[in-house]
């Protein structure tokens, strides 16, 4: 997210587009013993990850996320089972459901995202271009209009 100043002098933040966010395919080696997938760092992600966590044991009817980042990229692949991502870019939303190892959602910074619908034994692993900064978080969803220049005036 590039910084930009308005027509007021404000400084804030360039919106950035849905259209930047994607599913990404990734290697999948079968034989009769099973699968295997893989993430190499620098050719199957669009950005170097520094910090890889996972969510589970997620309770039925729960939800995750519900926040935005101001620069962290993150890659979601459900693991086991599935659960959907909606992601909203202050214009319009769009919701993915994740429901194989082999793929998984690319969300660049500037993206409010939201997770629900988790199945049972959902397992969520992401993978983050940053270590965990709590001031890289947006968590309120008209202070993260406001600053991306969208909010109400």
């Known amino acids: 997210m590039t910084r930009s100043i308005d027509e007021q002098g404000r400084e804030g933040m360039t919106p950035r587009s849905l259209e930047e966010c994607r599913l990404i395919d990734l290697p999948k080696i079968t034989n009769n013993s099973g699968n295997l997938t893989f993430i190499e760092t620098g050719r199957h992600l669009p950005f170097e990850y520094q910090r890889v966590f996972y969510i589970y044991d997620i309770p039925g009817g729960a939800w995750r996320?519900?926040?935005?980042?101001?620069?962290?990229?993150?890659?979601?692949?459900?693991?086991?089972?599935?659960?959907d991502v909606t992601?909203?870019?202050?214009?319009?939303?769009?919701?993915?459901?994740?429901?194989?190892?082999?793929?998984?959602?690319?969300?660049?910074?500037?993206?409010w995202e939201y997770l629900d619908n988790f199945s049972s034994g959902a397992v969520c692993l992401a993978f983050a271009s940053e270590p965990y900064d709590e001031s890289d978080?947006?968590?309120?969803?008209?202070?993260?209009?406001?600053?991306?220049?969208?909010?109400?005036?």
């Open 65 to 83: 996320g519900a926040h935005a980042h101001k620069k962290c990229h993150l890659f979601l692949i459900a693991i086991a089972g599935s659960f």
């Open 87 to 111: 992601l909203n870019d202050g214009r319009s939303a769009a919701t993915f459901n994740l429901n194989r190892s082999h793929y998984g959602l690319y969300i660049c910074p500037g993206i």
């Open 137 to 153: 978080y947006w968590r309120d969803y008209d202070q993260f209009l406001s600053d991306i220049g969208l909010g109400k005036e």
